[in-house]
């Protein structure tokens, strides 16, 4: 329950449009259709007794991790 709950604030940020410059226009971090595909990853290995079940869900958080940990503004 608590890896569901905590995917589903992670989901919210991942989907939130990030500050492109312009004052109308935001992207969104990943698509729904991305979100969703690492969802359906996660709940497989939340799900999952064997550790390597879905370890492509973990590469792309720590890829995630990686990619944000320079602009992370731990102070907002």
């Given at each position: 329950?608590e890896a569901r709950?905590?995917?589903?604030?992670?989901?919210?940020?991942?989907?939130?449009?990030?500050?492109?410059?312009?004052?109308?226009?935001?992207?969104?971090?990943?698509?729904?259709?991305?979100?969703?595909?690492?969802?359906?990853?996660?709940?497989?290995?939340?799900?999952?007794?064997?550790?390597?079940?879905?370890?492509?869900?973990?590469?792309?958080?720590?890829?995630?991790?990686?990619?944000c940990a320079?602009?992370?503004?731990?102070?907002?």
């Amino acid at each position: 329950m608590e890896a569901r709950q905590s995917w589903d604030a992670l989901k919210f940020d991942l989907c939130t449009t990030v500050d492109s410059g312009y004052r109308l226009f935001g992207l969104p971090f990943l698509t729904r259709g991305e979100a969703d595909e690492l969802e359906r990853e996660l709940l497989v290995e939340v799900k999952a007794t064997d550790p390597t079940a879905a370890a492509s869900a973990r590469k792309n958080l720590h890829a995630i991790l990686k990619a944000c940990a320079g602009r992370i503004d731990v102070l907002a």
